[in-house]
């Protein structure tokens, strides 16, 4: 028997109304090959495995229930047994009140991520403007720095400018005391005259 036929005699069991739960010895038993017959032995109860939560586990689970077949009839039972375990999970996520507790969280989720995207778009803007608000001011300062150089170099130079000037000046007046000095009397009369 072939997994299609599997795949297939699952799909008839679903589509049946009459039982919920498979009869594995009757499909098992109707494969191509003599050998295919499933023993109860074989016949695994499913509430024994632990129900996988997402998509992962699922590809672990039949991972790990395939790399454990022996021989055809037992990978038919195990495909079976995770079929009627997926069936069962999908039957439980499914239920009315399940699904309206899924809606119900689902919306809260939404308006919590609703509320956080308004938040981050608002922390966005506010950083945006002080960002905006700190390179003004780093701009202004720098002017500023540029300009109180300016004004600083340019009184220096004045500094230096009266500075020279008075040195001139001290010169020209300690000149002009001697001159006077030797005009006034102060010096020998007898010489002038």
């Not at 809260?108 to 945006?128: D, E, S, V």
């Not at 403007?129 to 002017?143: T, V």
């Not at 340019?154 to 001290?170: D, P, R």
Request: glycine share 4%.
């Amino acid at each position: 028997m072939s997994l299609d036929a599997a795949i297939r005699g699952f799909k008839d069991i679903l589509a049946s109304a009459g039982s919920t739960e498979p009869d594995f010895a009757n499909i098992a038993a109707s494969g191509d090959r003599p050998n295919d017959v499933v023993s109860p032995k074989d016949v695994y109860d499913v509430s024994e495995m632990n129900i996988p939560s997402n998509g992962y586990e699922w590809a672990e689970l039949v991972v790990r229930e395939m790399s454990n077949v022996v021989d055809v009839a037992d990978a038919k039972n195990r495909v079976f047994r995770i079929l009627e375990l997926f069936e069962r999970c999908s039957a439980q996520c499914s239920s009315p009140a399940e699904t309206r507790k899924m809606c119900e969280e689902h919306k809260i989720l939404k308006h919590m991520l609703g509320g956080l995207l308004k938040q981050n778009i608002i922390l966005k803007r506010a950083f945006r403007i002080q960002h905006n608000r700190l390179n003004d001011y780093d701009r202004q300062m720098s002017q500023e720095r540029s300009q109180l150089k300016q004004i600083t170099d340019k009184y220096e130079e004045q500094i230096k400018a009266l500075e020279s000037k008075n040195y001139i000046l001290s010169f020209h007046l300690a000149q002009a005391k001697q001159h006077d000095d030797r005009v006034s009397g102060n010096g020998n009369p007898d010489i002038f005259f």
